[in-house]
């Protein structure tokens, strides 16, 4: 008797799980943009702005909304000013790996597991841009010049002491060079 109890709630409970995981991907394939901190569908609303942007640092403190072209997803992340130039994170552990155990460092982990817009990017970095209701289009263009990359590594670090004060981080490995990719955000 136990036994057939124990199966049926068993059943009941996959069930569940799998109808939200189901309602979950719905939504974010119909929402009007990123569903935080997940990802979203693609922008139905906002005023498009057809001029192309050369200076980002309107909204340099803010959460940005962006969408790769074509890919059909949106998400939310923040971009770095630097020397007058915009650069988008894509964290692939260089801060959250370095973080203590917790529930802060699960997510983030989780989040990365299913991260794969940094490679589409590489192959076409055609982005929109939705910052307080209004669209931009830019271009997402990785940065390999390794002195660019250290340098937006340590903004970065500096950024992230003040988020998660008052964790310290520990020292960044150095055998990690692909731990996070920066993108610079060109006018289109």
């Known amino acids: 008797m136990m036994l057939t109890i124990l199966k ?63 890919a059909g997803t949106s998400r939310v992340a923040g971009f770095i000013m630097h020397e007058g130039e915009a650069y988008m994170t894509c964290d692939l552990g260089f801060i959250w790996n370095r973080l203590e155990s917790g529930q ?37 263009v990785k940065v390999e010049d390794p002195a660019i990359i250290d340098a937006l590594k340590l903004e970065l670090e500096a950024r992230a002491r003040e988020f998660f004060a008052p964790t310290i981080l520990p020292p960044a490995p150095e055998s990690a060079p692909n731990d996070i990719w920066f993108f610079r955000m060109d006018p289109r």
């Not at 935080?36 to 192309?52: C, I, N, S, Y």
């Not at 802060?104 to 590489?122: E, M, S």
């Open 8 to 70: 049926y709630l068993g059943i009941f409970f996959l069930v569940l799980v799998i109808a939200c995981v189901t309602t979950i991907l719905v939504l974010q394939q119909v929402s009007d943009g990123p569903i935080e901190p997940m990802q979203g569908g693609p922008f139905k609303t906002g005023e498009v702005v057809d001029a192309p942007v050369t200076d980002w640092s309107f909204a340099a403190d803010k959460s940005i909304e962006f969408e790769l072209e074509g």
């Open 104 to 140: 802060q460092k699960a997510i983030l982990n989780l989040i990365y597991i299913f991260k794969r817009w940094h490679k589409d990017a590489v192959e076409d970095g055609r982005v929109r841009l939705r910052i307080d209701g209004k669209i931009y289009s830019a271009n997402f």
